[in-house]
């Protein structure tokens, strides 16, 4: 049997990863520092959770519009101009002592994560050939991952050690090197020799066909069930499961080893088996967000959920991005801001819902129900559509049937 060569990824695919991981570790760092956040700035822990949700929120507008707005730009200049402006936001971030202005630091920051991730993706995927973009796309998603293992609760405990501004200087610090290796390694063509033939119109129209947007709202589910458990997660292993605040680094940590794992499951199977990686993987997903929920009380189930629901949740996120990339392969510009945007409306989302249900009493539990209601509601979403598909096609043969003469009969 004959097996087709595996694919070697080139360099720069690998040193966008890095770049990815100190926007990933900003996006995902609140985990750990809402509490202090909250306390420093005298605001409600629910408002504090919106930093997450106006991050996400800023991603989902500027992915589709920083894409669009350079889709004809240097792409080195892109990406470099894109990380100054991040390092820049968290700067501010970590001096300012209003929350407003940090607010609007998590906004500044999230158009430029969402610029550079529109712009990286679409770069990714150009360097290598057309069935290994998923591939691509766990590498790049591995700098997320290694974000979640260690930079997340590495800004945790900084945020211990020294407060949490600290995690801001630290993300600022930590893309400078990201943004040396851009300059480095990423071809500085755009636009001009290799801008794609397709213009922004013709790009857009790809929104139109309904395979896309059933899976860009699957994404947006699946992410918001991610990001809904995952922003209140310090509050229910303290609070809840009644552990020590210095085991909150350390859960973040094995979530994020989850999370790394999932992505490499994705990695692996989302170009050549997408659909059972999607339904057994969903249905297990919602399963267990309904399990931590019934067993956060308990430390040993909270500590084994933490990988399980980490791992579950990247390997569906996954390859859900990659199906995104597929069913807008010839919108080379802006398939990668759909996904983008997609994934962060979900993270904008589900943070708000579980503030929501926080403010209303419903008990730190709450987020992880919620995160099980949106993986529950993404499924029934698939399989309506799945149904609604199959009934169209048989009508479709019945008419056809109708349409030709009958077959002679045999003998």
Not at 356 to 366: D, I, K, M, Q, S
Request: hydrophobic share 60%; proline share 6%; glycine share 12%.
């Amino acid at each position: 049997m004959s097996h087709e060569p595996r694919v070697r990824m080139p360099l720069a695919v690998h040193l966008l990863a890095l770049a990815v991981f100190a926007q990933g570790t900003s996006e995902f760092m609140l985990a750990g520092l809402v509490p202090d956040i909250a306390a420093d700035l005298g605001v409600t822990l629910a408002d504090a959770g919106l930093l997450t949700s106006a991050f996400a929120v800023g991603m989902a507008a500027g992915a589709p519009l920083m894409a669009l707005l350079s889709r004809t730009w240097p792409r080195r200049a892109t990406l470099t101009g894109f990380l100054a402006v991040f390092v820049l936001a968290h700067v501010v971030g970590a001096l300012t002592g209003s929350f407003a202005v940090l607010l609007a630091t998590r906004v500044v920051g999230a158009l430029a994560n969402a610029g550079f991730l529109a712009v990286g993706l679409s770069t990714a995927t150009a360097l290598v050939p057309e069935r290994a973009k998923g591939r691509a796309l766990a590498v790049l998603l591995a700098g997320t991952t290694v974000a979640c293992v260690a930079g997340v609760p590495g800004g945790a405990w900084l945020g211990q050690l020294w407060g949490w501004r600290a995690a801001f200087w630290a993300v600022a610090l930590v893309t400078l090197p990201a943004i040396v290796a851009v300059l480095a390694s990423v071809p500085a063509a755009p636009g001009g020799a290799d801008a794609p033939a397709a213009g922004a119109r013709t790009e857009l129209r790809v929104l139109r066909r309904p395979r896309l947007l059933l899976v860009l709202l699957l994404g947006a589910l699946v992410n918001g069930a991610t990001f809904c458990s995952f922003t209140y997660l310090a509050p229910v292993v303290t609070d809840v499961a009644g552990l020590g605040a210095g085991t909150v680094p350390a859960l973040l940590m094995l979530f994020g080893t989850g999370a790394f794992l999932g992505v490499r499951i994705s990695g692996r199977y989302a170009d050549s088996r997408p659909l059972p990686l999607l339904t057994g993987g969903g249905v297990a997903l919602a399963v267990g967000w309904a399990v931590f929920a019934l067993s956060a009380a308990h430390p040993v189930a909270v500590v084994a959920l933490a990988l399980v629901q980490g791992t579950l949740s990247f390997a569906v996120g996954g390859t859900l991005i990659s199906q995104v990339l597929y069913a807008a392969a010839d919108a080379p510009t802006l398939a990668g801001s759909f996904a983008t945007a997609c994934l962060n409306i979900g993270a904008a989302a589900g943070p708000w819902l579980g503030g929501v249900a926080l403010t209303a009493g419903a008990g730190l539990r709450a987020p992880l129900w919620l995160s099980a209601a949106l993986v529950t509601a993404a499924l029934l979403t698939a399989a309506t559509a799945g149904a609604a598909t199959a009934v169209a096609r048989a009508r479709r043969g019945d008419r056809d049937g109708r349409d030709e003469p009958a077959p002679a009969p045999a003998g």
